[in-house]
C-alpha cells in the first residue's frame, strides 16, 4: 500500500508499546519475586510502585505495599492504567482498529492471550504461582513479537510499530535499572556481600542479560559494569544503545520513504541520546545515574512527541484507540 | 449402529436435505450418507472446535457495554445447506433480473421519472417516502449502478418454492461470514468437502474491488478505494475489517476524511491524499451533517456536495432505501415488468397493497391468518403477526389499517423450510432463509452461495442474529 492513514500509523506505534511495556512488567514482577524471597524479610513491593510513579493511585486501593497487593494491582486490577490486563487490553482495541492490516495470526494470537490475561483470579497470582504466570505472560509477549516478526508486510506500518516498541523498551530499561540502583546500592555495608551480587544477578536475568554480560566480563560484578552493560552494550539487544541504533535505523526508513517525501522529523533528539550513551560510565554515576536517566527518558519522550507531531497529525497520547487508558508511564 | 437421520423428522415443511418425502434429494445423497456414518460424538467435537476457532479468529461482533467489550460469536451450525446446481441457475437469472430493475427503477425515480408518470408506481409512495432523497434529483452516477451491493432475502416455502421477502439495497451485511464459514468448514470437514464439488465463494474482494473500481469518477484512471465504516463500536466491525483486507483498501472512518477544494482526502502519514471511491458501510443519514442528520460525527461534512459534482462516488449510492422499502417491493414484480417486459423469474412472497381496494378488503376479511406489515420501516417493527395476535390486538390493527391503508401491507404466513441442524438432542429441523449477494459495477456479478441463517430456536421462525440465529455453510453444488 502506497500511503498509510495516520490513525494506523499511531495505532501500531501504541500496540508496540504497550506489549512491550507488558512484557518488561512480567519481567520486573518475576525477578521482584526473587529478590523478595532472598532478602531477609525486606519489604521489596513498594520500588515497583515508585517506578511507575503509582503511589497515589495504589494508596487509595491498598493499605499496604504487599506482595500481594502489588502483584494484583500490576496485573489485574483495571483501574491501573498500567497494570498487565489493561495494557493487553488497550494493545487489542489498537489492534482492533488495525486488523484489517496486521495478520490474522497477531489478532489471533492478541485475542486469545487477552481472554487468558482477563481470565487471571487472585487465586492465580500466589507467590507460589507468580514465577510461573510471570513465564507465561512473558512468552504470551514473546509470541506476539515472534508472529509480528514473522508475518508484517514491512510497511510504514511496521516502521511506527518497530519505533513504538524501542522507544517503549528503552523507556523500560531505564526505569528498570532507575529502580534497582537506588534500591541495591545504598547499602554501602552490603556491596560484595553475596545478597548484594544476587541482586544484581536478578536484575541482570530479569533483562536477560546475565549470559550476555558474563560473556562481557567473565569475572566480577560491580553495579557500574552492571549498569553500563544495560545502558551502553551494542551487543545487548535490551540495552538503551541497542534500542537508539534501532530508532535511528527506522528513522532512516521513514527519511527515505519516498511515499512520505516533505515529511521528516528532526533527528537532533536521536544525535542528543547518541552522545549521551557515549559518556563514560564512571562520570554517569559521579554526576548522577538518577538524573541521567531522568533526562534519557525525556529524550525518548519527545522523540515519541516529533513523531507524532510528523506522522499522526499532533501529540501521541495513547488516545488512539483504547480510550482512558492513558500513558502514565511515559509521562513520568 | 444408529445414524444420525434415524430419528429425523421435518413434518411438514420442506427440508433441505431431505426435500419433501424424507428420503434425500439427489444432490444431497452424499452429504447425508457421510453424516448417517459419523459418530455424534466427533461431529459434536468438530462443533466445538469450530465455536472456538471463531472466537480465537476473531469472526465477531462486539457487545459494550460500560467498562467492558465483549466479543460474542455469531452461533454456527456444521451442517451444511446445499443447493442443486440446476437450481441455483434459475436464482442466479432471477436475482440478476432483480437487481437490473432495482437499478432502472432508482434511474428513474431520480430522473425522468417516467414509471411515476405512467402511474405503474404511486408517485406519493416513492416521494414521499422517508428513504427518498431529493438531494440525489439529477446526480449522474457512473454506469447508472445506484445499488453496487445487494443482498436479498428469499425463503422457500412448504412446497420448496423460492420467493423473494425482502430486498436489502441499502447496506446489506452478512457476506464476510458466508466467506469465513466456508474456511471453517474447510478445516473442520475436509474429509466430507473432498467428496463434493462445491463452487468457491473466496474471490468475493476481488469482485467487489473490481465493481468499486468500475464507479470511480470520470478521468480517475487508478482509482483511491476506501471503505468506510462507522468505526470499531459497530457491530459489523468485523465485516468491515474483512472486506478492506480482502481488497487491500484502507479501512477509513469519518474523522479520517476531510474535504478540500471540492474534493475528498484522507488523513496519511504523508499529508492528505485524494479519495475517489468509498465503500461506505453507514447509513444516508449520517454520511453528512451538512446534507443529513446534523448531529452525526460518524460523517464528513460537506461529502455531499463532491458527491453530487461527481467528484468521488458513494457505494451504494445515496438514497438506494427507498428501493428496499417493504411498499415498494410489493411492486417489485410490476417494476421489473415495466422496464425489462418480462415477468420475474423470483416471485415476491405474495403480497396485498392495502393501499388497492381489493386488497384492503382481502386484509380485512383474513386478518387472523395474515402478516401486517407497516411500511417504511425496517428491522420488523410494527408488524402483526395475525396467527399469533389477540383479539384485542387484531382490532388495533383493523382500526389502523382503515384510517391509513396506504401504510400496510400484508403477507400470508410462510412455512419456512428447515434444515438439519445439530441440537443437545441429536439432529433436528430448524427454519432457515438464504440471503445471496451481488455485486454491481458495469455488470453484475452474483455470489454462488450466500448466508444461510438458522433459528436455532425450536418452532422459531426467527433467524435474525440479534434473536437467537445462527448461520450454516450454503453449498452451492458444481
Same mark, same amino acid.
Given at each position: ?332 | ?107 428513474? $425515480? ?38 453496487? $451491493? ?74 483511491? $478505494? ?200 441429536? $439432529? ?51
Amino acid at each position: 500500500m502506497h500511503s498509510l492513514l495516520a490513525r494506523f500509523a499511531e495505532n501500531g506505534f501504541w500496540m508496540a508499546q504497550y506489549m512491550e511495556r507488558v512484557e518488561n512488567l512480567a519481567r520486573i514482577l518475576d525477578v521482584n519475586e526473587s529478590f523478595a524471597r532472598d532478602s531477609a524479610g525486606e519489604p521489596a513491593w513498594l520500588p515497583i510502585i515508585q517506578l511507575y510513579a503509582d503511589d497515589e493511585h495504589f494508596f487509595t486501593h491498598y493499605r499496604e505495599a504487599t506482595a500481594e497487593n502489588v502483584v494484583q494491582f500490576y496485573v489485574i486490577n483495571r483501574t491501573n492504567p498500567n497494570s498487565i490486563v489493561s495494557s493487553v487490553w488497550a494493545a487489542r482495541e489498537n489492534a482492533r482498529s488495525l486488523r484489517h492490516l496486521i495478520s490474522i495470526e497477531v489478532w489471533s494470537q492478541l485475542n486469545v492471550f487477552y481472554k487468558f490475561v482477563s481470565g487471571l483470579r487472585p487465586r492465580d497470582l500466589r507467590l507460589g504461582e507468580l514465577s510461573h504466570l510471570c513465564q507465561e505472560l512473558k512468552e504470551g509477549c514473546q509470541l506476539h513479537t515472534g508472529i509480528v516478526e514473522g508475518t508484517t508486510f514491512r510497511d510504514q506500518g511496521w516502521t511506527f510499530y518497530q519505533l513504538g516498541k524501542m522507544i517503549a523498551r528503552a523507556d523500560q530499561t531505564t526505569r528498570l535499572l532507575d529502580m534497582k540502583y537506588h534500591r541495591l546500592l545504598p547499602n554501602v555495608a552490603d556491596v560484595g556481600s553475596p545478597i548484594d551480587v544476587s541482586q544484581w544477578n536478578a536484575l541482570l536475568r530479569s533483562v536477560a542479560g546475565y549470559h550476555g554480560y558474563r560473556r562481557v566480563r567473565p569475572s566480577g560484578m560491580t553495579p557500574e559494569t552492571v549498569a553500563e552493560f544495560i545502558l551502553m552494550n551494542p551487543e545487548f539487544p535490551r540495552s538503551v544503545v541497542s534500542c537508539v541504533r534501532q530508532i535511528r535505523h527506522y528513522h532512516d526508513r521513514l527519511n527515505q520513504d519516498p511515499n512520505l517525501a516533505g515529511v521528516a522529523f528532526a533527528p537532533s533528539g536521536l544525535d542528543d541520546l547518541d552522545n549521551m550513551l557515549s559518556v563514560p560510565i564512571q562520570q554517569v554515576t559521579r554526576e548522577g545515574l538518577h538524573e541521567y536517566l531522568d533526562r534519557i527518558q525525556i529524550n525518548l519522550q519527545s522523540l515519541a512527541s516529533a513523531i507524532a507531531w510528523s506522522y499522526f497529525g499532533g501529540e501521541a497520547d495513547a488516545s488512539a484507540e483504547g480510550g482512558s487508558v492513558s500513558s502514565t508511564q511515559s509521562q513520568g | 449402529m444408529n445414524g444420525l437421520f434415524d430419528d429425523y423428522n421435518p413434518g411438514a415443511y420442506y427440508c433441505e436435505l431431505t426435500g419433501k418425502s424424507g428420503s434425500p434429494l439427489d444432490h444431497t445423497r452424499t452429504i447425508q450418507d457421510w453424516l448417517n456414518k459419523i459418530r455424534p460424538m466427533t461431529l459434536r467435537r468438530r462443533a466445538r472446535d469450530c465455536e472456538r476457532e471463531l472466537y480465537n479468529l476473531g469472526i465477531t461482533f462486539t457487545v459494550y457495554s460500560e467498562a467492558n467489550a465483549i466479543d460474542r460469536v455469531l452461533p454456527f451450525d456444521v451442517i451444511p445447506r446445499p443447493i442443486a446446481a440446476e437450481e441455483w441457475k434459475r436464482l442466479e437469472r432471477g436475482l440478476v433480473q432483480r437487481v437490473t430493475a432495482i437499478n432502472h427503477f432508482l434511474h428513474d $425515480i431520480y430522473g425522468a421519472g417516467k414509471i411515476l408518470a405512467d402511474g405503474v408506481v404511486p408517485e406519493d409512495l416513492v416521494k414521499g417516502n422517508s428513504n427518498f432523497r431529493a438531494e440525489m434529483i439529477g446526480v449522474d452516477i457512473p454506469h447508472n449502478t445506484y445499488v453496487n $451491493i445487494c443482498g436479498v432475502d428469499l425463503v422457500r416455502d412448504k412446497d420448496g418454492q423460492f420467493c423473494v421477502l425482502e430486498d436489502n439495497a441499502r447496506t446489506p451485511s452478512g457476506v464476510s461470514y458466508v466467506i469465513e464459514n466456508r474456511h471453517l468448514m474447510q478445516r473442520a470437514f475436509p474429509d466430507l468437502i473432498a467428496g463434493i464439488g462445491i463452487r468457491p465463494v473466496s474471490d468475493y474482494g476481488i469482485r467487489l474491488r473490481d465493481a468499486l473500481a468500475d464507479m470511480a469518477p470520470a478521468q480517475v484512471l487508478d482509482p483511491q $478505494i476506501v471503505l468506510m465504516s462507522p468505526g470499531a463500536y459497530n457491530s459489523a466491525y468485523f465485516e468491515h475489517v474483512f472486506l478492506a483486507r480482502e481488497m487491500g483498501v484502507p479501512l477509513v472512518e469519518g474523522r479520517d476524511m476531510v474535504i478540500d477544494n471540492g474534493l475528498v482526502y484522507m488523513k496519511t502519514t504523508a499529508g492528505p491524499r485524494r479519495v475517489d471511491v468509498i465503500y461506505r458501510r453507514i447509513d444516508d443519514d449520517f454520511i453528512d451533517p451538512l446534507a443529513f442528520n446534523s448531529n452525526s460525527m460518524l460523517g464528513v461534512p460537506g461529502i455531499m456536495d463532491v458527491y453530487r459534482r461527481g467528484r468521488v462516488t458513494l457505494v451504494n449510492a445515496v438514497g438506494t432505501g427507498v428501493a428496499d422499502d417493504k411498499a415498494v417491493y410489493a411492486y417489485m414484480p410490476r417494476i421489473i415488468k415495466y422496464y425489462l417486459d418480462e415477468d420475474a423469474i423470483i416471485p415476491n412472497v405474495e403480497t396485498h397493497i392495502c393501499r388497492e381496494k381489493d386488497a384492503l378488503q382481502f386484509t380485512l376479511d383474513h386478518m387472523a391468518d395474515l402478516v401486517v406489515k407497516p411500511v417504511g420501516e425496517s428491522g420488523g417493527y410494527g408488524v402483526v403477526v395475525g396467527p399469533r395476535s389477540s383479539a384485542a390486538e387484531l382490532e388495533n390493527c383493523r382500526n389502523l389499517l382503515l384510517a391509513r391503508p396506504e401504510n400496510f401491507i400484508s403477507q400470508p404466513m410462510i412455512d419456512l423450510s428447515v434444515c438439519p441442524t445439530l441440537v443437545d438432542a441429536g $439432529i433436528e429441523p430448524r427454519h432457515v432463509d438464504l440471503r445471496p449477494f451481488l455485486v454491481t459495477g458495469k455488470n453484475t456479478w452474483v455470489m454462488p452461495g450466500g448466508l444461510t441463517r438458522v433459528a436455532l430456536k425450536k418452532d422459531s421462525l426467527i433467524v435474525n442474529s440479534s434473536q437467537g440465529g445462527g448461520t450454516k455453510d450454503t453449498w452451492v453444488l458444481a
